[in-house]
C-alpha cells in the first residue's frame, strides 16, 4: 500500500524514526483505508483487485551509505470476520479518492457530485458546431469516450465535443488515456459560437499531451503547453514538492482536476496541484495579451460556459467524466 496523502501539519509527526510506528490497514469491500500511529494516510475507493497476498518489501537502494540498514516488523495480527464493528472512523483530513470507473460513491453522491457522462450514451453532450452529437469520430465502447485519430487534425473529424449545458463555479474531475504522440485537451467557460471559422472552439484549456513525443510540449513559452498546464498562458508544475509533474505515462490512465471558484482557479493532475491563477487578474489579462488568445474578447472571463473535450486528430480516451457545483 502506497500512503496517498497526509495533511501537511502532521506529517512530520507521522513517522518516528528509531521507534516502533504501529500500522493499520482496513481493507473491506472496495474501501481501503491506512493509518500511521493513529493518523490517516490513505482513504481509497478501488474495486480493481478482489483479494491478494500482504507482503513485506525488501527495498532496493542506490546509496552504499545506506548498506545495512534494518527494518522491523512485530506485532503482526490481521482479522477477517465481523469488521464493521471494529471500523475506524474516516478523518476529516483524509479526502476520499475513488477509481471507480463511471460511478459515484455514496461520499461524492453526498457531496454533490453527478456524472457529466453515463459512460454509455451521449446525453449530456452535442458537437460544439452542432446541434447533436457528431456521427462520426467518436466512439464510447467498454465505459471509454474515446476520439479517434485523424492524422492529427484540429477539429476535422467528429470535431469537438461539449456539454449542452454551461458551467461557472464547479470541481470537475475526467479520467483520460493518452496513446503515443497524442494531443487533446479540456477546456471549460467555453464559448462554442466565439469562433465561427475552422478549428477548435475557444475556452480555457487544460493541455492532454504527450510530453516527449508531441511537438506542441516544445513550443509556446516556458513549456506552457505541456501536460496540465492552462494551455499558451501558465506551465504545469508540481507545487507538492521538485520531483516533476506527478504524470502517469501513455496509455495510462491519468486524472484531470479543475477547480473553479469564482476567478479562482486550479488544475490538478493526479491529485497533485500544477496550475494556479485568478481569470479575473490583472496578471491573467497579461498573459492573454501576450498569447493566441490576444484578438478573442473576453477571453476565459465570461460568467459561465460548457466543458469541452478536444478533438485534435489523435487516438485520446475519457471516462468518469464528473462534476460538483457550488
Not at 510506528?21 to 490513505?42: K, L, P, S, V
Not at 469488521?83 to 479518492?97: F, G, H, Q, S
Not at 504522440?181 to 462554442?192: C, Q
Request: charged share 30%; with cysteine.
Amino acid at each position: 500500500m502506497v500512503i496517498s496523502f497526509v495533511e501537511k501539519r502532521k506529517r512530520t509527526k507521522c513517522i518516528q524514526t528509531r521507534e516502533w510506528n504501529h500500522y493499520r490497514i482496513e481493507a473491506i469491500g472496495n474501501n481501503i483505508r491506512t493509518w500511521i500511529n493513529g493518523i490517516q494516510c490513505a482513504n481509497l475507493v478501488d474495486d480493481a483487485t478482489a483479494k491478494g497476498f500482504i507482503a513485506f518489501q525488501v527495498h532496493s537502494i542506490h546509496d552504499a551509505s545506506l548498506e545495512g540498514k534494518i527494518v522491523k516488523w512485530k506485532n503482526i495480527r490481521i482479522k477477517t470476520t465481523d469488521l464493521d464493528k471494529e471500523r475506524k472512523e474516516v478523518a476529516v483530513y483524509a479526502p476520499e479518492i475513488s477509481y471507480l470507473q463511471n460511478q459515484l460513491t455514496s461520499d461524492e453522491v453526498r457531496k454533490g457530485w453527478r456524472l457529466l457522462w453515463d459512460g454509455k450514451t451521449t446525453e449530456g453532450w452535442r458537437g460544439a458546431k452542432l446541434d447533436d452529437f457528431p456521427e462520426k469520430g467518436w466512439v464510447m465502447e467498454d465505459g471509454e469516450l474515446s476520439v479517434l485519430s485523424s492524422d492529427g487534425a484540429e477539429s476535422r473529424n467528429g470535431g469537438d465535443i461539449v456539454t449542452t449545458a454551461a458551467f461557472s463555479n464547479f470541481e470537475l474531475s475526467i479520467d483520460f488515456k493518452l496513446t503515443k504522440g497524442a494531443n487533446s485537451g479540456i477546456k471549460y467557460f467555453v464559448d462554442p459560437g466565439l469562433n465561427k471559422g475552422q478549428g477548435s472552439a475557444i475556452g480555457l484549456e487544460f493541455q492532454v499531451l504527450d510530453d516527449k513525443e508531441h511537438p506542441d510540449a516544445k513550443m509556446g513559452k516556458n513549456g506552457n503547453r505541456t501536460v496540465g498546464s492552462l494551455y499558451d498562458l501558465i506551465r504545469a508544475e508540481n507545487f507538492e514538492n521538485s520531483r516533476g509533474k506527478n504524470f502517469n505515462g501513455v496509455d495510462k490512465w491519468n486524472n484531470a482536476r479543475i477547480v473553479v471558484r469564482g476567478g479562482h482557479v486550479e488544475h490538478w493532475l493526479n491529485n497533485v496541484k500544477v496550475v494556479e491563477y485568478d481569470r479575473f487578474s490583472q496578471a491573467f489579462k497579461a498573459l492573454v495579451e501576450k498569447s493566441k488568445y490576444e484578438k478573442w474578447e473576453n477571453f476565459g472571463t465570461i460568467p459561465a460556459g460548457k466543458i469541452l473535450l478536444q478533438d485534435h486528430g489523435d487516438h485520446v480516451s475519457f471516462r468518469s467524466i464528473k462534476i460538483r457545483e457550488f
